[in-house]
């Protein structure tokens, strides 16, 4: 039972552009969420996250936005730059589990020069 | 090195063979993470232990799954009598504290494990 989902398992961007990245989420208990990125043969390096309490968090070119009414949030990636171009996934935690992150399945994100 | 450590990188193992990965964690970080990732799949939660107790084994899959951190800092994960659906990558991580605040876990880049 999968309670993050990122249905897109990919996407195209031109350079300049902006990057969107969708992540739906089916706990109502989650209250902080996560955004990891992956390079081929590296594991997950984290890049931004948000707290329940917030529906936008802003880190230099990306930028995360949480709708909890309907249990979804999207990574904004402004420009895109061909580095980007990775698996990124969406993570969730939960109050009473704070030792467990529940992840998507992943986006591949290919940014084209 | 400053990160997290994963020995081996790859691991070829024939049905029924037992396997040991090793995870070094950053240097003081107290919480560490296994999860296990399938072809196409996100990570999922396999077990946690702040220093050297285990305190969340409910993602285990079974009881061939074993872990253990006995100085609180060097981890390993074994798999006895493996099986095809064990092929997976094998990821840990680390974190100062625990997930939150900060949320970050710093990972590893993973033991892939491909059972025949």
């Known amino acids: 039972d999968q309670q993050v989902k990122q249905n897109s398992p990919s996407l195209s961007v031109q350079e300049g552009r902006i990057s969107i990245l969708n992540c739906d989420y089916t706990n109502s208990m989650f209250d902080y969420f996560l955004w990891y990125k992956k390079y081929p043969a590296e594991g997950p390096t984290f890049l931004i996250s948000?707290?329940?309490?917030?529906d936008k968090n802003e880190d230099g070119r990306f930028t995360v936005f949480l709708n909890k009414s309907a249990k979804h949030l999207s990574l904004h990636i402004v420009p895109s730059q061909p580095g980007d171009s990775a698996v990124y996934f969406c993570a969730a935690s939960d109050g009473a589990g704070a030792n467990n992150l529940f992840f998507g399945t992943g986006t591949r994100l290919t940014v084209i020069p | 090195g400053a990160g997290v450590s994963q020995s081996p990188r790859y691991k070829v193992a024939k049905r029924g063979q037992d396997v040991a990965l090793r995870c070094d964690p950053i240097s003081g970080h107290v919480s560490l993470f296994w999860y296990q990732q399938a072809l196409g799949q996100g990570p999922e939660f396999l077990t946690y232990f702040q220093n050297e107790a285990q305190l969340d084994k409910s993602g285990l899959p079974s009881d061939r799954f074993f872990a253990e951190r006995p100085e609180g800092s060097v981890s390993t994960l074994k798999i006895q009598r493996t099986q095809q659906e064990d092929s997976a990558v094998y990821l840990c991580?680390?974190?100062?504290?625990?997930?939150?605040?900060?949320?970050?876990?710093?990972f590893g880049e993973g033991s892939r494990l491909t059972v025949l």
């Open positions: 948000i707290s329940s309490i917030k």
């Open positions: 991580a680390s974190s100062l504290t625990l997930i939150r605040p900060t949320g970050e876990l710093f």
